[in-house]
């Protein structure tokens, strides 16, 4: 209940010191919210919200947490809204041909441009974390390092067109954006957050322009990213070239996306984190994990020193563990090749059961591949 609140007090308590800008691209206009000053050469935190959220909607929970002031003073934000999904967005005109994804991540540089800003760590939620993808493949000197969360790597194929089609979702968007969202569980135990963002999804988003954010997402192409094997491949193999923590809760309908997207990723440079006991939205569920998480991530990048959040649990992401994967995960082979079996929502369960011996449930694989934590 104390993760409904903050999203409920997050939509009606705006922040004093965000400044909005709408900026003109050459795919069209993207409204941007600013938070902070940028701290002299240091990337900002850029953030892109799924279907049916907006910023606010998607991240406030996450940014407004108490232990993440400890690392956002070291950053200013830069929270974009895909063009009309944002808070009183008017309609588009009637035959308005709405931006590709590959279109949406190619606004993002003239989003910093506009903005002097040199470059970012991402932040993505779905769709979100696709663009940022996206963004990161075309303009790898932009991108510090990437947060994907839910992110799924592949073009919807005609599978998932046919369930969607066929399946009683479909007579409504906001069914169908809350069945991306949230798996069967938890659409069936957490009926406060369901409402909370069906009611939002129903009435804070215009629908048209939500159904056309959501077709273009459907009709993303695949990534077409593999994971780099050492001596065949490692310096042709197209992939993201900067640290990546992919995140997904263990109920979330996105566990196989994100399972397939880490077999794609170089293992060197790439961490999973898989949340217990968390669905769709683990920005929303548990900021806290992912708070500390983020922390870790960015000391790993070097661009802050040890902070304490002090109202997190020891238990949540233990310090020493997740240090540990941050030092230990550049050692890791990459002999581990794309073509192996992954898509599989039992593999993923496996390695979530951690080990004998590993502290505070901590999942840290000895096999070459992608260092993998459970909490």
């Given at each position: 209940m104390d993760e409904l609140q903050d999203v409920q007090l997050t939509e009606i308590k705006p922040l004093l010191n965000d400044k909005e800008h709408d900026i003109e691209t050459a795919f069209g206009v993207v409204h941007v919210t600013m938070r902070g000053t940028p701290k002299g050469n240091r990337p900002v935190i850029l953030t892109y919200h799924d279907i049916g959220l907006n910023h606010k909607s998607?991240?406030?929970?996450?940014?407004?947490?108490?232990?993440?002031?400890?690392?956002?003073?070291?950053?200013?934000?830069?929270?974009?809204?895909?063009?009309?999904?944002?808070?009183?967005a008017p309609p588009f005109p009637s035959g308005y041909q709405y931006p590709s994804m590959d279109e949406l991540a190619e606004m993002l540089p003239a989003v910093l441009t506009h903005l002097n800003l040199k470059s970012f760590i991402g932040i993505g939620l779905g769709a979100g974390a696709y663009i940022l993808s996206r963004c990161a493949l075309s303009h790898p000197d932009l991108v510090e390092g990437l947060?994907?969360?839910?992110?799924?790597?592949?073009?919807?194929?005609?599978?998932?067109w046919a369930a969607s089609k066929f399946s009683g979702w479909t007579?409504?968007?906001?069914?169908?954006?809350?069945a991306h969202h949230f798996g069967h569980e938890e659409l069936q135990a957490n009926l406060d957050l369901i409402q909370t963002y069906r009611l939002h999804i129903a009435q804070d988003i215009n629908q048209d322009n939500l159904q056309l954010f959501l077709t273009s997402y459907n009709s993303r192409r695949d990534l077409e990213i593999e994971r780099p094997v050492l001596g065949i491949n490692e310096n042709t193999a197209k992939t993201l070239k900067c640290p990546a923590l992919l995140v997904v809760g263990d109920n979330s309908p996105a566990v196989e996306a994100v399972v397939e997207c880490?077999?794609?990723?170089?293992?060197?440079?790439?961490?999973?984190l898989k949340m217990a006991d968390c669905g769709g939205l683990p920005q929303v569920v548990q900021p806290g994990k992912l708070t500390e998480a983020f922390k870790y991530f960015?000391?790993?990048?070097?661009?802050?020193?040890?902070?304490?959040?002090?109202?997190?649990?020891?238990?949540?992401?233990?310090?020493?563990?997740?240090?540990?994967?941050?030092?230990?995960?550049?050692?890791?082979?990459?002999?581990?090749?794309?073509?192996?079996?992954?898509?599989?929502?039992?593999?993923t369960s496996n390695h979530g059961e951690g080990s004998a011996g590993?502290?505070?449930?901590?999942?840290?694989?000895?096999?070459?591949?992608?260092m993998e934590v459970s909490c």
């Amino acid at each position: 209940m104390d993760e409904l609140q903050d999203v409920q007090l997050t939509e009606i308590k705006p922040l004093l010191n965000d400044k909005e800008h709408d900026i003109e691209t050459a795919f069209g206009v993207v409204h941007v919210t600013m938070r902070g000053t940028p701290k002299g050469n240091r990337p900002v935190i850029l953030t892109y919200h799924d279907i049916g959220l907006n910023h606010k909607s998607c991240f406030n929970a996450f940014f407004n947490f108490e232990d993440m002031q400890e690392i956002t003073q070291h950053f200013a934000v830069c929270h974009v809204d895909a063009p009309g999904q944002q808070e009183g967005a008017p309609p588009f005109p009637s035959g308005y041909q709405y931006p590709s994804m590959d279109e949406l991540a190619e606004m993002l540089p003239a989003v910093l441009t506009h903005l002097n800003l040199k470059s970012f760590i991402g932040i993505g939620l779905g769709a979100g974390a696709y663009i940022l993808s996206r963004c990161a493949l075309s303009h790898p000197d932009l991108v510090e390092g990437l947060v994907l969360i839910n992110v799924d790597p592949c073009a919807k194929g005609w599978i998932d067109w046919a369930a969607s089609k066929f399946s009683g979702w479909t007579t409504n968007i906001v069914d169908i954006v809350l069945a991306h969202h949230f798996g069967h569980e938890e659409l069936q135990a957490n009926l406060d957050l369901i409402q909370t963002y069906r009611l939002h999804i129903a009435q804070d988003i215009n629908q048209d322009n939500l159904q056309l954010f959501l077709t273009s997402y459907n009709s993303r192409r695949d990534l077409e990213i593999e994971r780099p094997v050492l001596g065949i491949n490692e310096n042709t193999a197209k992939t993201l070239k900067c640290p990546a923590l992919l995140v997904v809760g263990d109920n979330s309908p996105a566990v196989e996306a994100v399972v397939e997207c880490n077999s794609r990723l170089d293992p060197t440079k790439t961490t999973l984190l898989k949340m217990a006991d968390c669905g769709g939205l683990p920005q929303v569920v548990q900021p806290g994990k992912l708070t500390e998480a983020f922390k870790y991530f960015v000391q790993g990048m070097g661009y802050i020193p040890y902070v304490q959040l002090s109202h997190l649990s020891t238990e949540s992401v233990p310090a020493a563990s997740m240090t540990r994967l941050m030092r230990s995960r550049t050692h890791s082979s990459s002999s581990v090749g794309s073509g192996e079996s992954v898509r599989s929502r039992s593999h993923t369960s496996n390695h979530g059961e951690g080990s004998a011996g590993t502290p505070e449930g901590i999942d840290l694989q000895d096999a070459p591949q992608t260092m993998e934590v459970s909490c």
